[in-house]
């Protein structure tokens, strides 16, 4: 199991970056996916989750300026994030369930949710 995020680097605020995740799993499309980040001194959050079937989640600090999305032909998930403030700055990492129908029930923003993690990519907003 291997996830590769890609895309991260500084931008000023009100800027856009979009971040691209390559899944190697067997089964991706069975996977619920998710995006989080981590700033320094401060905890992993969820800051967007994608289930099999498409449906998203986000929490109200980034809904409306970022979007998620999988191809499931290419195994990889997205990120476009609009409007960015430099309290988005942090590491982004991109997680995933296992395969199961149990372990994908909707589109989580909790990361014990998740099984398998990317090494991360940072993002930086100056103003």
């Known amino acids: 199991v291997q996830l590769v995020e890609s895309g991260g680097g500084s931008v000023q605020s009100g800027g856009s970056l979009r971040l691209s995740c390559a899944a190697s799993l067997v089964s991706y499309s069975s996977r619920c996916m998710g995006w989080f980040r981590q700033a320094p001194g401060k905890e992993r959050e969820g800051v967007a989750g994608i289930d099999r079937d498409g449906t998203t989640s986000y929490p109200d600090s980034v809904k409306g300026r970022f979007t998620i999305t999988r191809d499931n032909a290419k195994n990889t998930l997205l990120l476009q994030m609009d409007s960015l403030k430099p309290e988005d700055t942090a590491m982004y990492y991109c997680?995933?369930?296992?395969?199961?129908?149990?372990?994908?029930?909707?589109?989580?923003?909790?990361?014990?949710?998740?099984?398998?993690w990317g090494q991360g990519t940072q993002v930086t907003v100056f103003s």
């Open positions: 997680a995933a369930t296992r395969r199961g129908p149990e372990d994908c029930r909707g589109p989580s923003l909790r990361s014990g949710s998740y099984n398998y």
